[in-house]
C-alpha cells in the first residue's frame, strides 16, 4: 500500500571505501511483508557514523545515517496502520526474550546489533539517502515512532541521541549532587541540559569558546578548559569531596584522568564517546581499587525510555530547537562531514536532507 507516487531511483549517499562519499543514483528499496518505506526528510551524522568511515569500521559499500526522520510512504501488510505518519526511527531493537534482555542490557542483546533500516547494500542505517525501508521487527517491535505534529523534524531527528543520553543518566545514583560533563558538544550539551534539569550541580570542561558560552546557558555552573589542572579546578569547586559523578562524553585520556583523581571516594565515571572496541584507556588503577571509584559504560539506546525520549523532546524548558544549526543537501554530505568532524563557530548538531533549503524555510 502507498501514500504516494515512489520513484524507481534515488539519490544516496554511499561511502565505498577512502575518505570521500560518493553521492549516486540507487535503487528504492522494495519492501515486503511487515516492513515500511520512509521518505526521509533529514537525517543526523553520527559520530559513531564518521568513525565508521574515517576508521573503516564497515565494510563498503554502505549507505550510512540514523538518526532520522521522515514520512512513512509505503506499507507492506500488518503495517498499513502506520501508512502517512511522521516517525523517527531506531534502527536497532532489542529481542526482548534473551537472558541480557532480562537483565536489562538491551544494547548486548544480539538482536540489537542487528540494523533494521537501510537504504540498499548490507544494512548500515540507510537515513543518507531519500528513501529508507524499516525491517520487520524495528516496525512491529516499536522502533518506528510517531511525531507529534508540534515536533519539527529538525528535533524529531535528535530522538536516538537523546534517547543514549537519557540512558546514561539514568545510570547514575538517584541522589542529585555534582556531576562533571567532559566535552560539550551535541552529545554533551544535551547531557548538561538533562542533569541540570533534574537537579544536579554541574560542572563542564570544553576547549571551544562557543560550546563554553552553551555549556552556561544550558546550566552549567562553570565551565572548564581541558587545558587547565582538572583535578585541582573540580576539586576546588566541588568541596570538601569533589564531584560525585563523571560522564565522559569525550575519549580524551588526560581529560579523563583529571576528573577521575578529582572524583570522591566511591564516586561514579560513565565512559559514553567510546564507542568501539579496541580503544585503550590508561587510568591509576588505584583510583579505583583503593579509592572505591566505579567506572561502568552507557552505550547506545533503550526500548524502555522511548516514550520518556519523545516527552523530553516536546518538552519546552529544553533548548532542543538549537541544536541542530547546519542542514546540508544530500550532494553536499562530505562538506556535511568535514564540518561535524571540525566544528566551526556556533556548530553543533550537522544533518544532511534531500530538501535542505524546505527544512530550513521551516515547510518539513
Not at 14 to 39: D, K, N
Not at 131 to 142: A, D, F, N, R
Not at 274 to 294: F, N, P, S, V, Y
Request: one cysteine or more; proline letters at 7%; glycine letters at 12%.
Amino acid at each position: 500500500m502507498k501514500l504516494e507516487s515512489v520513484p524507481a531511483e534515488m539519490t544516496a549517499c554511499v561511502w565505498r571505501g577512502g575518505s570521500e562519499v560518493t553521492v549516486e543514483a540507487v535503487p528504492v528499496p522494495e519492501i515486503g511483508e511487515g516492513e515500511v518505506l520512509i521518505r526521509v526528510e533529514a537525517c543526523g551524522l553520527c559520530p559513531t557514523d564518521i568513525k565508521k568511515i574515517d576508521l573503516g569500521l564497515v565494510e563498503p559499500p554502505v549507505i550510512l545515517g540514523h538518526e532520522m526522520a521522515g514520512v512513512v510512504v509505503a506499507a507492506g501488510q500488518g503495517a498499513e496502520g502506520f501508512l502517512g505518519k511522521r516517525v523517527a526511527v531506531y534502527h536497532h531493537i532489542p529481542c526482548l526474550k534473551c537472558r541480557l534482555c532480562e537483565l536489562g542490557r538491551y544494547s548486548q542483546c544480539a538482536g540489537y546489533k542487528k540494523t533494521g533500516t537501510t537504504a540498499g547494500f548490507t544494512p548500515a542505517g540507510g537515513g543518507w539517502a531519500e528513501y529508507v525501508k524499516v525491517s520487520p521487527w524495528i516496525v512491529s517491535g516499536g522502533g518506528v515512532v510517531e511525531i507529534p505534529e508540534r515536533l519539527p523534524v529538525k528535533v524529531a531527528i535528535l530522538m536516538e541521541p537523546l534517547n543514549t543520553c537519557l540512558k546514561c543518566t539514568s545510570a547514575l545514583p538517584d541522589s542529585k549532587g555534582t556531576a562533571v560533563i567532559l566535552g560539550q558538544g551535541p552529545v554533551g550539551l544535551m547531557l548538561t541540559a538533562l542533569m541540570h534539569r533534574d537537579g544536579w550541580e554541574v560542572f563542564t570542561v570544553e576547549p571551544l569558546p562557543e560550546r563554553q558560552e552553551r555549556s552556561v546557558r544550558y546550566g552549567a555552573k562553570a565551565v572548564y578548559h581541558s587545558g587547565e589542572d582538572l583535578n585541582a579546578r573540580l576539586q576546588e569547586s566541588t568541596p570538601p569531596l569533589g564531584p560525585d559523578a563523571v560522564i565522559a562524553a569525550t575519549e580524551s585520556e588526560e581529560t579523563i584522568n583529571g576528573s577521575l583523581r578529582a572524583l570522591r571516594p566511591g564516586g561514579t565515571l560513565i565512559l559514553f564517546a567510546h564507542t568501539r572496541m579496541g580503544q585503550e584507556l590508561k587510568i591509576d588503577a588505584g583510583q579505583i581499587g583503593m579509592a572505591e571509584k566505579q567506572v561502568i559504560g552507557s552505550y547506545s539506546s533503550s526500548i524502555e525510555l522511548n516514550g520518556l525520549t519523545t516527552e523530553t523532546l516536546i518538552d519546552q524548558r529544553y533548548p532542543w530547537g538549537e541544536f541542530v544549526t547546519h542542514v546540508f543537501p544530500l550532494d553536499e554530505i562530505n562538506q556535511a562531514l568535514a564540518l561535524a568532524k571540525s566544528p566551526e563557530g556556533d556548530s553543533l548538531k550537522v544533518a544532511v536532507a534531500p530538501d535542505a533549503r524546505a527544512l530550513e524555510k521551516g515547510s518539513s
